[in-house]
């Protein structure tokens, strides 16, 4: 039985060292073998998931954003109950070794495993020397695990604010929710479309850092952005929506920063449905005729060299196979709302809103 017990806690102390290091020491491998911290997150997250399915906006999205701090410490517990275990199952299967008469139950070589984990004294001395061993083993393992950890952290929410600072900048250029439509319309009524192919360049840096970040750390993805309207999913789709637009009409290379910012963007959401285990055939709200020549009359009146209303909307579609399947299963997983092509609505910045709230609204930036 201590034998079992022996091998049980040498295979239980592997697997959880091995998740802690491919979790925070292997973090660029885009396809990574199951284990066991990831699908108990997942699960996890479903069932969470399901719950605030129920609830009305605001709580709902409260609850959601609970989770990703709460998954984040729910792995790292994890991580400590299995080290804990598997070092007392080792204590039990050398004998139990931690009293001087060495009649220790399984009960006592847990309260010992705990205490040597944490580095606290359990008032529990080891008598052999295979339990001195392992109590320092189990030491360094603590040590490790906790500080690395501790040390992860400053990362991660830098990674966090990064990625919200360019949601947040996307509010006066697009609206809230942000849509294709709000951002091509007010950069043609004020003719800055130059500046708008500029800022759509400025997006590939971020789709490369968030493609890095969320695969490295996709606890990332479960962390909500500040306001109802905003979501990273939703600024991530209407900058491809843009792009695509821009990309599918024009003639000459004039574009060029919005076709790489495509491309990337395009990687970024294909790599990330695999990291989240999204369906790549979701579907979505489809793009109305009436709305495409919407966007198509900006389009006309934007100065660049466009092709004519047939071909435009033929090359459209082809890039939309190409990233809206893909946003759409990571919307359906992530329970992140997809903006739509043209806000059926006038789209109003939050910035605006807020201030109109207050009552010190000054009127619309001109």
């Given at each position: ?11 239980l ?9 491919v ?23 479903r ?6 399915r129920?609830?009305?906006?605001g ?8 989770f990703g ?11 400590t ?22 009649g ?26 295979a339990?001195?061993?392992?109590l320092?083993?189990?030491?360094a ?22 990625r ?7 509010d ?27 800022y ?7 789709a490369?850092?968030?493609?890095e ?6 606890v ?14 939703g600024?991530l789709?209407v900058?491809?929506d843009?792009c695509?637009?821009?990309a ?7 574009a ?11 990687h970024?959401?294909?790599?990330l ?18 709305h ?40 359906a997983?992530l329970?992140l ?14 910035w ?15």
């Amino acid at each position: 039985m201590r034998v079992i017990a022996g091998i049980a806690g040498v295979l239980l102390v592997i697997a959880m060292l091995v998740e802690f290091f491919v979790s925070f020491m292997l973090p660029v491998r885009v396809k990574r073998d199951p284990r066991l911290a990831r699908a108990l997150f997942t699960q996890l997250w479903r069932a969470w998931r399901g719950v605030a399915r129920r609830l009305p906006d605001g709580p709902r999205e409260t609850l959601l954003g609970l989770f990703g701090p709460l998954g984040l410490l729910f792995n790292l517990a994890l991580w400590t109950a299995g080290l804990v275990l598997g070092f007392a199952l080792l204590q039990y299967g050398f004998g139990s070794h931690v009293t001087g008469d060495g009649g220790a139950s399984f009960g006592d070589d847990l309260y010992f495993s705990a205490g040597g984990f944490l580095s606290a004294s359990s008032g529990v001395e080891p008598t052999s020397a295979a339990a001195k061993t392992l109590l320092l083993a189990e030491a360094a393992a603590g040590f490790m695990v906790l500080f690395i950890a501790i040390g992860y952290l400053p990362a991660l929410f830098q990674a966090f604010s990064r990625r919200e600072t360019a949601v947040s900048q996307l509010d006066p250029r697009a609206g809230s929710p942000p849509t294709a439509g709000a951002m091509l319309r007010r950069a043609v009524n004020r003719e800055q479309v130059p500046q708008l192919l500029d800022y759509l360049g400025e997006w590939e840096g971020w789709a490369a850092e968030l493609m890095e970040t969320h695969l490295s750390y996709p606890v990332i993805g479960y962390y909500r952005s500040q306001h109802l309207g905003q979501n990273w999913l939703g600024a991530l789709t209407v900058v491809l929506d843009t792009c695509a637009l821009i990309a599918a009409a024009t003639r000459v290379s004039e574009a060029d920063s919005a076709t790489l910012t495509f491309a990337l963007g395009r990687h970024a959401v294909s790599d990330l449905t695999y990291t989240f285990g999204a369906s790549a055939s979701g579907a979505r709200a489809p793009l109305s005729d009436e709305h495409f020549d919407e966007l198509y009359e900006l389009l006309e009146r934007s100065g660049l060299d466009i092709e004519d209303a047939e071909t435009t909307r033929a090359h459209l579609d082809e890039l939309r196979k190409m990233y809206e399947p893909q946003v759409a299963g990571l919307s359906a997983v992530l329970y992140l709302r997809l903006p739509e092509w043209m806000s059926a609505t006038k789209t109003v910045a939050n910035w605006h809103a807020e201030v109109v709230e207050r009552g010190r609204a000054r009127g619309p930036l001109t």
